[in-house]
Structures are given as C-alpha cells and as structure tokens.
C-alpha cells in the first residue's frame, strides 16, 4: 500500500511506502514483533506523506519512528533520509547500532578526514545509504542543500527537535533555519523530541514550517520511577544522602548489576562530588565538558563496561545516553528546567525495573542557575520561568509523577503511589538548622554487636560461600530472585534484620571480614565465609550463587547459566571488537530470551525478539554454537 507525498513548492510528488511494508522492516530488520505505544501512530503518518511531531518519554523508543520508515522507504527505492542530530557522539552510537542491524546508514560530521566525507557524499550520491546523519550546522550551509539538491531524499527527520524553541532547556539557533530545507527537499519532515511543553510543541511547528502536522504524544507517566526531592543546603548533608543512596541501590560493590548516574549543575562541582565518593570506596568516574576528548571517552567507556558503576556529570553527558540498567539517578544541584530534570531522571530504568530518582533542592541551587543562565544567551524570562516550575516541584505536597505529566500537558488522574509525596515521605529530609539532621540522613553504620553474632550464625549455616550483598538481602527478606540459588531463602534467619538497612547490613559484613571473623573467598567476585571452614558442596553448573569463580560478570543482572553468562560474555567480547556499546550487539533481554528457549536453528533464532536479519547473519553461528556447547555439558 502506498500514497502520494503532497507537492512541496512546485516539486514532483513521489510515494512514500506504508502498511506492510514497514510492519515487516520492524520485524525482519529491527527483530521486533510490534510497534510500542506511541511508534504506530508515528510510523503510519510519515509513511503516509504527512508531517509529523513527536512526543514520547525518554526510553519509549522515538527513534524507531523514523527509522522503519526510512528503511522501508530506502528498499522501495524512495531515496535516504536524513536526519538532523545535535551531538557527534549520538550520531556515531545511532550509525553503529544501525549498522549492527545491517542498515546502510553515515554520518557527516567534522571529526571526519576529508577522504571519509567525499566516500560518504559519493554513497549519497549513488543512492547506497538509507540514513544519512548531519549537524543542524551543516545542513543549513549553501553547499550542503546544493548537495541536498543532487539527492534522492525520502524523508527529513528532526531529532533533539525541541531544541528548535528559545524555550526549550537545549535551544541551537541553527534550529531555527532547518525549515530552509522545504526549499530544496520534497519530502514529508518528522521532528521527535521526549521535553517539550506545549508552547515548546506550537514553537516547532512553526519554525519548521510543518504542514498541518500530525501530532503524537505519548504517557510521561514512568510507573518504575520513585521520584524523590530532599531539602537539603550543604555539600556535606548532600554527600551523606547521596552515599546512601548508592548504598541503597548496591552500588559500592565493583562488581554487580545496575549503575547510577549523579549530575552536577557545574564541573568544578562534579570534580568535588567524584573525589568524596572515590574516597570513601565508591567505584566512581567523572564526565564534563571540561576534559579532553579522550578523558571523556575514557570515562563512558569504563561506565559502559562496568569498570566504574557510577558516574558523575555536568549535562553534557546527555543526548542519547541509553543504558538499560540505570537504578538511580542523583539531582546533587536541581538542573535549571523541569524539562532538562525529567530527560536526565528518564535515563533511569529503561529497563523496565525499579529505579530512583532523587532531586536535591535548596535556595543555592537557583542562584547557581541564574548565574549560569546570565552567563548564556538564555533570556532572563525564559530562565525565570523555567526556575519557578522547578522550585513548585520542589515544593508543592503533590504526587510528583502527576507534575510531571502535566507540565508537558498530559493530565494522568490517579497518582502515582511511588512517590516521596505519594508514600508520606515528603519533606522529611531538610537541613535548614534542624539539629534532628543526623538522624533524618541516614548515615551508614555497622549493626550493634547482636546482629552481627545473627550474621555469623546465617553464614554458619550456609552450605557455600555468597556474595555479601545476597547475604544483607536475605537477612532483610528480599525475595530477590538470585537469593534462592544459595539456600539463602530457607535461612532461620531470613528476614530477621529487616528494620536495617541493606547499606548497614553490607558495611558490618565488611567490618567482619576486616577483622578476622568472616573470611573473603574468590578474587574478582569475592564472597564471604567462615574461616577455616570447608566448602562442602561444590556450586553445579550454572549456578551463579556467589561462590569463587562462578558468579555472574558485571551486567548479567539475572542471567543465571552457563549459557547466559557466555552469552554475555560474548557481547562484550564482540563489542570491544566492533567498537560498539554491549546493547548495540544485542541487549541483555535477547540473553534471557535465547536462554529460555534456547533455540537450535537460525529459523528458531529468527523468533527471538530483538534478533533481526543482519543480527542473525553476522552473530547466529556463534550464538548456535554457545547453545550446543552449554548442552553437551548438561
């Protein structure tokens, strides 16, 4: 099924394909069964020759609204899509993923030798590429729509696109004129965006000069998220919260599951931040504008492969982030918008699972931002009002999710439950001269002597050594899935520390291990046992229940086989090699998928969710290979 794009300033019309045919680019190229909420609606639009603007939450998968469609539009032989994007690093993570799915997709930017740029002009030019990725600066130079000029174009697609609006919390004038390319393009435009509030919507349309645009807005509603904000004034109670919070969320081991993401309004403040974590254990790294290319690459590199877990960050550690596995997100400073603070919470628990987002708020908070807005070319009004809705967030005794929505104008009824508001935990943190303050920021002690003699008595009763941070959530009563592979679940002693916290519970099992009572078994995934004491029982194959040698890598999360941890192993063996992030190879749920079904034939593999062709033809044999090795052992 196909329709006619309309006239655009006398050019010729042409068809941009619809229905089935991008159905089936989802499915064969992208490995997945069904388009999210939201994506359809998208798709079926700029497929159909319309116009359309784009609202969808951070991790709702915007992207794909253009990109099945620039795909299918390619394969039909519609020409490239281009597309505008405002950081060089998203480009290159958005190529090579596109890459990895066998898309013929470039991008032109100044980081390029001038031999890279004339093969990437010459495969547009020939009609060898199916997206095209460019700068807003570049796309509005008089070369560049003269080589526009020279190309079949299916589609235009505007990413970042709030960024076209003075009121947007990213604004880059050059924006502004990417509405001179209906001038030398005849195709139907596509502007995405996840903040963007209904006058920053109305200011897109018209600065891009859309034509009757359909308009799609997804739910802001993000029901994995707690959301939090403490009152909190000085650096030093700021600190105290945010180590227990990464406590809280397990992050002071080197190894494990899940990651945190702290930002800074400043870099000499993230340089302050970082250096307390470090020292007081945490394996923690820095990223601002400030440091060299090459420290910064360094420093997401090591966050991407698990050697640090948590990061610290002024925002230009920002557009396209995408991991999975974020369980917090720490607000040290409140950013300067409503906007710019739910796109950075957004990043947390993509995954689908439980995740935090705290804000810390304070009189300081807004005058380093008027100071910082003073300083650009953002408008005393615009900065000011932007500062009022953080401050009423902060503030107001309502259910923070349902403020959130409805400062992008969608009006969720009920609340959310999760919150701090919607759980009567709402202001019960703030330093303005409370002497009750040490007691109100939980400050991670070891547990009194008697809970300590309970934790000798659980391990004692252990058939082999576990983790300590499984062992604190048993003694919590966690029903954590990993805990049953221990024995930890038929403990006498489950649950009997549950009025602790798990950060007390971890920092006495190390206090234990330091002065002799409990021993340390294994190197890199080190668990604890008692002294002395033999290992009766040796682990069985797949079991990942802590012991010396057989506990899941950094990331596996709940991948508890042989099978799973290879495959892990394996993504990021071919990441290192490729030079792409793990989830580019294939993501963590195609790992539980695989070892569910644990399919024996490339057909079986092709019904794996997230598995399309090119997946398929370049990683299959591999992937079949780890399959029949992990049989022949059972």
Same mark, same amino acid.
């Given at each position: 099924?196909?329709?006619?794009?309309?006239?655009?300033?006398?050019?010729?019309?042409?068809?941009?394909?619809?229905?089935?045919?991008?159905?089936?680019?989802?499915?064969?190229?992208?490995?997945?069964?069904?388009?999210?909420?939201?994506?359809?609606?998208?798709?079926?639009?700029?497929?159909?020759?319309?116009?359309?603007?784009?609202?969808?939450?951070?991790?709702?998968?915007?992207?794909?609204?253009?990109?099945?469609?620039?795909?299918?539009?390619?394969?039909?032989?519609?020409?490239?899509?281009?597309?505008?994007?405002?950081?060089?690093?998203?480009?290159?993570?958005?190529?090579?993923?596109?890459?990895?799915?066998?898309?013929?997709?470039?991008?032109?930017?100044?980081? #390029?030798?001038?031999?890279? #740029?004339?093969?990437?002009?010459?495969?547009?030019?020939?009609?060898?590429? %199916?997206?095209?990725?460019?700068?807003?600066?570049?796309?509005?130079?008089?070369?560049?729509?003269?080589?526009?000029?020279?190309?079949?174009?299916? &589609?235009?697609?505007?990413?970042?696109?709030?960024?076209?609006?003075?009121?947007?919390?990213?604004?880059?004038?050059?924006?502004?004129?990417?509405?001179?390319?209906?001038?030398?393009?005849?195709?139907?435009?596509?502007?995405?965006?996840?903040?963007?509030? +209904?006058?920053?919507?109305?200011?897109?349309?018209?600065?891009?000069?859309?034509?009757?645009?359909?308009?799609?807005?997804?739910?802001?509603?993000?029901?994995?998220?707690?959301?939090?904000?403490?009152?909190?004034?000085?650096?030093?109670?700021?600190?105290?919260?945010?180590?227990?919070?990464?406590?809280?969320?397990?992050?002071?081991?080197?190894?494990?599951?899940?990651?945190?993401?702290?930002?800074?309004?400043?870099?000499?403040?993230?340089?302050?931040?970082?250096?307390?974590?470090?020292?007081?254990?945490?394996?923690?790294?820095?990223?601002?504008?400030?440091?060299?290319?090459?420290?910064?690459?360094?420093?997401? +590199?090591?966050?991407?492969?698990?050697?640090?877990?948590?990061?610290?960050?002024?925002?230009?550690?920002?557009?396209?982030?995408?991991?999975?596995?974020?369980?917090?997100?720490?607000?040290?400073?409140?950013?300067?918008?409503?906007?710019? $603070?739910?796109?950075?919470?957004?990043?947390?628990?993509?995954?689908?699972?439980?995740?935090?987002?705290?804000?810390?708020?304070?009189?300081?908070?807004?005058?380093?931002?008027?100071?910082?807005?003073?300083?650009?070319?953002?408008?005393?009004?615009?900065? %000011?009002?932007?500062?009022?809705?953080?401050?009423?967030?902060?503030?107001? *005794?309502?259910?923070?999710?349902?403020? &959130?929505?409805?400062?992008?104008?969608?009006?969720?009824?009920?609340?959310?439950?999760?919150?701090?508001?919607?759980?009567?935990?709402?202001?019960?943190?703030?330093?303005?001269?409370?002497?009750?303050?040490?007691?109100?920021?939980?400050?991670?002690?070891?547990?009194?002597? %008697?809970?300590? #003699?309970?934790?000798?008595?659980?391990?004692? +009763?252990?058939?082999?050594?576990?983790?300590?941070? !499984?062992?604190?959530?048993?003694?919590?009563?966690?029903?954590?899935?990993?805990?049953?592979?221990?024995?930890?679940?038929?403990?006498?002693?489950?649950?009997?520390?549950? %009025?602790?916290?798990?950060?007390?519970?971890?920092?006495?099992?190390?206090?234990?291990? *330091?002065?002799?009572?409990?021993?340390?078994?294994?190197?890199? $995934?080190?668990?604890?046992?008692?002294?002395?004491?033999?290992?009766?029982?040796?682990?069985?194959?797949?079991?990942?229940?802590?012991?010396?040698?057989?506990?899941?890598?950094?990331?596996?999360?709940?991948?508890?086989?042989?099978?799973?941890?290879? &495959?892990? !192993?394996?993504?990021?063996?071919?990441?290192?090699?490729?030079?792409?992030?793990?989830?580019?190879?294939?993501?963590?749920?195609?790992?539980?998928?695989?070892?569910?079904?644990?399919?024996?034939?490339?057909?079986?593999?092709?019904?794996?969710?997230?598995?399309?062709?090119?997946?398929?033809?370049?990683?299959?044999?591999?992937?079949?290979?780890?399959?029949?090795?992990?049989?022949?052992?059972?």
């Amino acid at each position: 099924m196909t329709r006619v794009v309309r006239v655009i300033k006398g050019l010729v019309p042409r068809v941009v394909p619809c229905g089935k045919d991008v159905r089936a680019t989802l499915r064969e190229v992208f490995g997945h069964a069904d388009f999210r909420f939201g994506q359809r609606a998208a798709v079926e639009s700029i497929s159909g020759g319309r116009d359309t603007v784009v609202l969808l939450p951070t991790g709702a998968g915007k992207s794909l609204c253009y990109q099945v469609p620039a795909v299918a539009a390619s394969r039909m032989g519609e020409g490239t899509t281009l597309v505008i994007s405002p950081l060089i690093a998203l480009m290159r993570d958005q190529v090579n993923a596109l890459c990895g799915h066998g898309v013929q997709a470039a991008a032109l930017n100044s980081h #390029q030798s001038e031999g890279e #740029q004339r093969e990437v002009v010459e495969r547009l030019l020939a009609g060898d590429l %199916e997206l095209l990725y460019v700068s807003p600066e570049r796309a509005v130079t008089s070369s560049f729509k003269r080589l526009l000029g020279r190309a079949l174009v299916a &589609l235009v697609a505007i990413d970042e696109a709030h960024c076209v609006s003075q009121w947007g919390h990213d604004f880059r004038p050059e924006y502004m004129r990417l509405h001179e390319l209906r001038a030398v393009v005849d195709a139907p435009m596509i502007a995405v965006t996840a903040t963007a509030t +209904r006058r920053v919507m109305d200011e897109i349309v018209s600065r891009l000069e859309l034509c009757d645009p359909v308009e799609v807005r997804g739910s802001f509603n993000r029901p994995n998220l707690r959301f939090s904000v403490q009152h909190l004034r000085t650096d030093l109670r700021r600190l105290a919260a945010t180590a227990h919070a990464l406590e809280e969320a397990g992050l002071r081991a080197r190894s494990g599951a899940g990651r945190a993401v702290v930002y800074c309004s400043t870099r000499k403040k993230t340089e302050t931040v970082v250096q307390a974590l470090k020292s007081t254990g945490f394996p923690a790294g820095y990223y601002h504008a400030g440091r060299t290319q090459l420290a910064r690459e360094r420093a997401q +590199r090591s966050f991407d492969s698990g050697r640090i877990r948590v990061l610290v960050a002024t925002n230009a550690f920002g557009m396209g982030i995408d991991y999975p596995d974020v369980r917090l997100i720490v607000h040290f400073q409140t950013p300067g918008s409503l906007e710019a $603070y739910y796109q950075e919470a957004g990043r947390a628990g993509r995954d689908g699972e439980a995740a935090q987002c705290v804000l810390f708020f304070g009189p300081g908070d807004l005058v380093t931002q008027r100071r910082l807005s003073s300083a650009s070319s953002v408008s005393s009004v615009r900065s %000011e009002g932007a500062l009022q809705a953080v401050e009423r967030y902060a503030r107001d *005794a309502r259910c923070r999710q349902q403020m &959130l929505c409805a400062h992008f104008g969608v009006h969720d009824s009920d609340a959310c439950g999760l919150c701090d508001v919607c759980t009567g935990g709402a202001g019960g943190l703030s330093d303005g001269g409370d002497p009750e303050l040490e007691r109100a920021v939980p400050i991670v002690t070891q547990l009194p002597a %008697e809970a300590q #003699q309970l934790i000798l008595s659980a391990v004692g +009763r252990l058939r082999r050594p576990v983790g300590k941070t !499984n062992l604190a959530r048993a003694l919590r009563g966690s029903k954590a899935k990993s805990l049953g592979r221990g024995g930890l679940l038929m403990l006498v002693e489950y649950g009997a520390l549950s %009025e602790h916290s798990e950060a007390s519970i971890v920092r006495s099992i190390s206090g234990m291990l *330091a002065d002799g009572r409990l021993e340390r078994r294994g190197r890199k $995934y080190p668990t604890v046992w008692i002294p002395g004491r033999p290992v009766r029982v040796r682990t069985t194959a797949g079991a990942t229940d802590g012991t010396s040698g057989s506990q899941a890598k950094p990331g596996v999360g709940r991948g508890t086989t042989d099978l799973a941890r290879g &495959l892990e !192993n394996y993504r990021r063996r071919m990441a290192r090699s490729l030079q792409w992030k793990p989830y580019m190879v294939f993501q963590r749920r195609v790992i539980t998928e695989l070892d569910r079904q644990r399919p024996d034939t490339r057909d079986g593999l092709a019904r794996i969710p997230g598995l399309g062709v090119a997946k398929i033809e370049r990683f299959g044999a591999d992937i079949l290979d780890l399959i029949h090795a992990c049989a022949q052992k059972r």
